[in-house]
């Protein structure tokens, strides 16, 4: 801790990740001396997870369809969006140096893909703007007289309230990388209004494969020959009981227990819901999107003489391996030699999904504070001075840039509250 760390801080924040470091920055921006707290031991873990396998910042389609990825959020976070859109954020990168480019999935990324160069040419302007650090603290709540309670590695111990806080303390996703969701006890005897955690951007297991069949997941074999492989291109269709839809083309990942990967977190807060409130979620992989129903019959029907029916929709539609092994998961033997059951179950192929995979597996979480208990400002209304961010509020959006953007804008906006709350209050 920094040897003058016994002063009142004019600004706090707590908690290393985007949305925290944002605010930091704003705080900093705009004058105030700012000391940043985190339970790590050191900030950035998830950013830098994220990034491993290239950062995607931001993402590069139109104002109007990236707000509508925030589904019945997209008009709450309007705001946040005006301080900081995706077009800002990569101009925001640029002035650390970081150059970014469009990818052909319309994803922004670095132009060397990393996180970490990022992370540190942020670190050296918030250091060098005045923002202290320290690391391996983490917050308890109040103490009886407001101040905040920490533990850190030489006991616990107690900081003076400051001017203004900033929470930005994460979801419970990926625990050990420092949010577990334990500011939620707290908060709430802060009058803070919790909607539940959930999973968010996460897989699924799989519940019966076919109809009549008792037990759940893939099959044994099934599992042992294709588990962690991927399935391209292919089709989801989802029509929930309560009259939402998804439908989109890209690939997933088969699993030991189900399924999980890129197509399957664009649709999984439908999915999740579905679960909760029915029991189980069908949808529909369309295996041959490339191809349209008429097609399809006409192929498998069309005559194969001594050829094996493997070999014969190798030949003529493509169908092989792991999509091939996905057929016989749901069709018996006698209904894979059905033609027109066979071509109908290669365009809508059923899945039934048994249940969202737990919380601290999923990339994200939804959930968290209520805005509705938050002024413009994120600051919580029963309790001036106190401002929350990011991934602990209650909203939740896809992968492809749009939580990270999201969660660095409400930083944005809570940093720029706190910062004019602390001046009011000096």
């Known amino acids: ?207 019966p494969r076919r109809e009549g069949v008792a037990e759940a997941g893939w099959s044994a074999f099934f599992v042992e020959r294709w588990a962690g492989q991927p399935v391209k291109p292919v089709r989801l269709v989802f029509e929930g009981r309560s009259g939402r839809r998804f439908e989109r083309q890209g690939e997933f990942v088969v699993t030991a227990r189900g399924i999980e990967g890129s197509l399957v977190y664009a649709a999984s807060a439908l999915l999740r819901d579905e679960i909760a409130e029915f029991g189980e979620a069908l949808l529909h992989l369309d295996l041959l999107p490339n191809h349209d129903e008429a097609q399809v019959l006409a192929e498998v029907r069309r005559p194969r003489g001594p050829r094996s029916l493997s070999t014969h929709l190798k030949s003529r539609l493509g169908i092989e391996g792991l999509k091939a092994a996905l057929l016989y998961e749901v069709l018996d033997k006698a209904e894979v030699q059905d033609a027109e059951r066979l071509a109908r179950t290669l365009k809508r192929l059923p899945l039934r999904l048994a249940a969202a995979r737990p919380v601290a597996e999923a990339i994200s979480t939804a959930g968290g504070v209520r805005l509705e208990c938050l002024d413009e400002h994120l600051m919580l209304r029963q309790r001036p001075g106190i401002f929350c961010a990011g991934e602990m509020l209650d909203w939740e959006a896809p992968t492809g840039g749009y939580l990270l953007t999201a969660s660095m804008a409400s930083g944005w906006v809570a940093g720029e509250g706190a910062a004019a709350y602390a001046k009011r209050q000096a």
């Not at 705009?30 to 790590?40: E, F, H, I, P, T």
């Not at 900081?159 to 990926?174: K, Q």
């Open 1 to 207: 801790m920094s040897s003058n760390a016994s002063l009142p801080a004019q600004a706090l924040v707590i908690g290393g990740g985007p949305a925290g470091l944002m605010a930091a920055e704003r705080l900093a921006a705009a004058g105030l001396r700012v000391d940043l707290y985190d339970a790590m031991p050191s900030v950035g873990r998830k950013f830098l997870l994220a990034g491993k396998g290239g950062l995607n910042l931001t993402h590069s389609e139109g104002r109007e369809a990236f707000e509508q990825r925030f589904a019945e959020r997209a008009q709450a976070l309007r705001p946040w969006l005006d301080r900081l859109d995706g077009p800002g954020l990569r101009q925001w990168a640029a002035g650390l140096g970081i150059e970014t480019f469009v990818g052909s999935s319309g994803r922004v990324f670095p132009t060397d893909m990393k996180a970490a160069p990022l992370l540190r040419a942020w670190l050296q302007r918030l250091r060098a703007a005045g923002v202290r650090f320290h690391m391996r603290h983490r917050w308890l709540g109040w103490a009886a007289d407001g101040a905040l309670r920490f533990a850190a590695p030489e006991g616990e111990h107690t900081v003076p309230a400051p001017a203004a806080l900033v929470l930005a303390l994460g979801g419970a996703s990926w625990p050990q990388l420092g949010s577990n969701g334990a500011w939620q006890g707290p908060l709430a005897e802060a009058g803070a209004e919790i909607a539940p955690l959930r999973a968010a951007n996460c897989g699924f297991d799989l519940g």
